[in-house]
């Protein structure tokens, strides 16, 4: 479909059907900041859930943990995120006006601003670009002058890292192995945007993979596969997934080699997730500022070393919206247009609704609930939808994603004798409806929203 104002119209439905709404709405909303509805939340959940079975609970070689937000405040100094954990602020002199100058076409190369105009005023008097730490600031104490500065976590990496020698200790892991988590981070981003694209509270799902120096390039080329493994799970085309290489001078401080994966957002490809290659620099970092000696024991050889790290990132809410953005479809169905959320089956908010033709029949609404009740044994995710007719119940499931819905008519009831305890099937992505036993249809419910992979 045409990208012309694609974004505006996920935001619309995303806020109409209870996807995601604009945080503090009541009080003008928050830049950067965005709430979750049902819907949005199942949604996340669902990639979590996924993302986690496929490289924590599927495999031999992960450990997952749940770090806390707050660290001490060395942490971020042997990290150097304190001293380098920044982005290139500029300022228009005319309107104030504040942007990222990396955004707006300034490069670190040529330093200079002259000739790009403000997209608000069209004024090209800029001040000197200068460098914004995206850390977010707090205090630990309550007594005046003796509060402690510490900073929300801007990435799950270093919980990662300073949990290294405890999961050693515990769990005497072989190399190679992962630390992997999903978790909340905070950032200061100067100008948030393009929906929950770039935000200033997110959430990302990482492990840091520990090998050996001699491993990395075959490793990296490993992880980069299972990285494109990830996204067709997800229900993407090769098409919709670029890489990009980031060249020496853009990569990361840590970083020997970096790979950004990016998705056709309706903006631009933009980037989704990441892999890069973190040497030793973090461990070896944490060994000096901390004295404690992170260093792995080689069970056979009985020699110590700082093993190399490899991180493939996942931004979530990138996630979701490029899942929202993949799936969004306007069509035509019986002669009207509709708008339907094309989400593969697994992914799916809801699974299934289950409806009377009639919700002021009781008998019609009292098969259904039994209907209902069943199937959700099977399958939790599911909708009781008795408002209004059948063809706008039919809609509004297509509009949130739902794959399939059920609905229990006279029919089913036993009014035709040959159909009875039968109901309706509808396929979202066709219309196509089937006739079913309640049996068959829970069956068939189950089977189709499960992932196989």
């Known amino acids: 479909m045409a990208e012309d104002g694609l974004m505006e119209k996920i935001v619309s439905l995303a806020k109409r059907r209870g996807f995601i709404y604009q945080g503090s709405e009541i009080y003008g909303g928050l830049a950067g900041t965005w709430d979750y509805g049902p819907l949005g939340l199942a949604l996340k959940k669902n990639i979590e859930t996924l993302w986690w079975r496929m490289f924590v609970d599927g495999r031999d070689d992960m450990y997952g943990i749940d770090s806390a937000i707050l660290m001490n405040p060395k942490v971020w100094e042997a990290s150097g995120h304190v001293g380098g954990f920044s982005d290139p602020l500029v300022e228009c002199k005319k309107c104030h006006s504040r942007f990222r100058a990396d955004q707006i076409g300034w490069t670190e190369s040529n330093n200079q601003m002259a000739g790009i105009a403000c997209s608000v005023c069209g004024s090209s008097?800029?001040?000197?670009?200068?460098?914004?730490?995206?850390?977010?600031?707090t205090s630990v104490g309550s007594v005046d002058g003796t509060d402690t500065t510490v900073y929300l976590r801007p990435e799950t990496a270093q919980g990662m890292f300073v949990n290294f020698k405890n999961i050693i200790d515990s769990f005497h892991p072989r190399l190679p192995f992962g630390i992997a988590q999903i978790g909340r981070n905070f950032r200061n981003e100067i100008a948030p945007r393009d929906f929950i694209f770039r935000v200033r509270e997110l959430e990302i799902m990482e492990f840091e993979y520990f090998i050996e120096e001699k491993m990395w390039?075959?490793?990296?080329?490993?992880?980069?596969?299972?990285?494109?493994?990830?996204?067709?799970a997800l229900g993407f085309s090769a098409d919709d997934i670029r890489e990009e290489e980031i060249g020496d001078g853009d990569r990361a401080h840590y970083s020997k080699r970096t790979i950004d994966f990016h998705f056709k957002y309706p903006h631009k490809f933009d980037e989704i997730g990441g892999l890069a290659y973190r040497t030793d620099f973090d461990l070896k970092n944490h060994i000096e500022k901390s004295g404690e000696d992170l260093r792995y024991l080689d069970?056979?050889?009985?020699?110590?070393?700082?093993?190399?790290?490899?991180?493939?990132t996942f931004g979530l809410g990138r996630h979701v919206l490029a899942a929202?953005?993949?799936?969004?479809?306007?069509?035509?169905?019986?002669?009207?247009?509709?708008?339907?959320?094309?989400?593969?089956?697994?992914?799916a908010p809801i699974k299934a609704a289950v409806s009377p033709l009639l919700k002021n029949k009781p008998?019609?609404?009292?098969?259904?609930?039994?209907?209902?009740?069943?199937?959700?044994?099977?399958?939790p995710q599911i909708m009781w939808d008795d408002n209004g007719n059948i063809g706008k119940r039919y809609r509004r499931q297509d509009?949130?994603?739902?794959?399939?819905?059920?609905?229990i008519d006279f029919d089913t009831l036993g009014e035709n004798p040959e159909l009875a305890d039968t109901v309706t099937l509808r396929y979202r992505d066709t219309g196509e409806q089937e006739r079913l036993s309640i049996t068959d249809a829970i069956k068939k419910v189950s089977e189709s929203v499960k992932f196989i992979g």
């Open 299 to 312: 069970p056979v050889t009985n020699e110590k070393f700082v093993p190399h790290v490899l991180e493939p």
């Open 324 to 347: 929202m953005v993949k799936a969004f479809t306007e069509d035509e169905m019986g002669g009207e247009s509709r708008i339907v959320m094309k989400l593969p089956p697994h992914l």
């Open 217 to 232: 390039q075959d490793q990296f080329e490993y992880w980069r596969k299972q990285m494109h493994a990830w996204f067709a």
């Open 399 to 407: 509009e949130i994603g739902t794959p399939f819905c059920i609905t």
């Open 125 to 137: 008097d800029w001040t000197e670009v200068k460098r914004f730490n995206m850390m977010f600031r």
């Open 363 to 379: 008998e019609l609404v009292d098969k259904a609930r039994e209907v209902y009740t069943a199937l959700k044994k099977e399958v």
